[in-house]
Nanobody
């Protein structure tokens, strides 16, 4: 059984920062890839970033590259998403997800078997 719990969302002004957390309750943490996805109103869910728990390799969508940083704390079983220079278009519900036994870094929705409940991020003045 894998449980993922997101936290850290909120309201922030453009140019501001937020840090999201994804706490994972999973046996064999090192065998999972953890990703952040987001879904804005009226839009499809899209991948933001992912990290391999085994070696820390990361991948970012072009829309967030240079502004967002994904990291992990293996001792705490937690993945973080540091979001800087936030823009109104970053407004969405952010979800963390887990893929067991990944072959490669990816943000393919269908590969992720486990999902958190989501946390709202609103960027507005």
């Amino acid at each position: 059984q894998v449980q993922l719990v997101e936290s850290g969302g909120g309201l922030v002004q453009p140019g501001g920062s937020l840090r999201l957390s994804c706490a994972a309750s999973v046996i064999g943490w090192e065998d999972y890839q953890i990703a952040w996805f987001r879904q804005a109103p009226g839009k499809e869910r899209e991948g933001v970033s992912c990290i391999l728990s085994s070696n820390g390799r990361t991948y970012y969508a072009d829309s967030v590259k240079g502004r967002f940083t994904i990291s992990r704390d293996n001792a705490k079983g937690t993945v973080y998403l540091e979001m800087n220079n936030l823009k109104p278009e970053d407004t969405a519900v952010y979800y963390c997800a887990a893929e067991p036994d990944p072959y490669y870094l990816n943000l393919h929705l269908s590969n992720y078997d486990y999902w958190g409940q989501g946390t709202q991020v609103t960027v507005s003045s």
